[in-house]
């Protein structure tokens, strides 16, 4: 069965420090993975996915994630945190069986950024 | 294009009663999924809906029911409510295959006292 486990449930940053937040999988059959965003009081907004195409992939406000499937990691980074960026990430690996299937979730990693 | 709606934002309800949360998906969406989140438990998917059929189910009692309409539009129904059912529940569209990616509505935020 899919799983994703999360590293960490809260990560501190200096606003301009690298942002790295860690994702393991577990997939009997090549993922589909996301990263999603939670503001406070907001639902899920997708930062990236990965669909099988490039390793590494760019999504929205700078981040990016390396998929490596040696490691079976799909890490989320950001080479320079912004306040704007303090939030809930949740990592989610896709549960296919043919045409259907759901997301499910890492516990998520809270990111705080001091100034 | 408008994103996925949730009614009520916000609700109180007692213990034993029942409540009734509503969804509508991006235009165009056929896919419909709901997922509860708990500080606890976190994400937890609950079912999803296509063509008005649930097509996948989580693990849920049978208190958690759903149903959709032919516009795509989707409700879910908690039945005796228990104090445990407090969460925020989050709706979450695609075109049509839940298993890629998703988009999520605010959520409708479940009180029961």
């Known amino acids: 069965a899919q799983s994703v486990t999360q590293l960490g449930s809260h990560v501190s940053v200096s606003e301009g420090a690298l942002v790295l937040l860690r994702c393991n999988y577990s997939s009997s059959v090549p993922p589909y993975l996301f990263w999603y965003v939670q503001y406070p009081n907001q639902g899920l907004q997708l930062l990236l996915k990965y669909t099988s195409a490039a390793t590494l992939v760019k999504g929205i406000n700078g981040f990016e994630a390396e998929f490596k499937k040696s490691e079976t990691s799909f890490h989320l980074t950001k080479p320079s945190a912004h306040m704007s960026d303090a939030a809930e990430y949740f990592c989610?690996?896709?549960?296919?069986?043919?045409?259907?299937?759901?997301?499910?979730f890492g516990k998520g990693t809270k990111l705080s950024v001091k100034p | 294009k408008a994103g996925v709606t949730q009614t009520p934002r916000y609700l109180i309800k007692t213990r034993g009663q029942q409540v009734t949360l509503s969804c509508s998906p991006i235009?165009?969406?056929?896919?419909v999924s709901w997922y509860q989140q708990t500080p606890g438990q976190g994400l937890q998917f609950l079912f999803e809906?296509?063509?008005?059929?649930?097509?996948n189910k989580g693990n849920f009692p049978g208190r958690f029911s759903g149903r959709q309409f032919s516009n795509s539009r989707s409700e879910m129904n908690v039945s005796t409510l228990e104090l445990g059912d407090s969460a925020l529940y989050l709706c979450?569209?695609?075109?049509?295959?839940?298993?890629?990616?998703?988009?999520f509505g605010p959520g409708t935020r479940l009180t029961v006292t």
């Open positions: 235009s165009g969406h056929r896919s």
């Open positions: 979450a569209s695609s075109f049509q295959d839940a298993g890629l990616e998703q988009y």
């Open positions: 809906y296509f063509s008005e059929t649930q097509r």
């Open positions: 989610a690996v896709s549960d296919r069986r043919g045409s259907q299937g759901n997301l499910i």
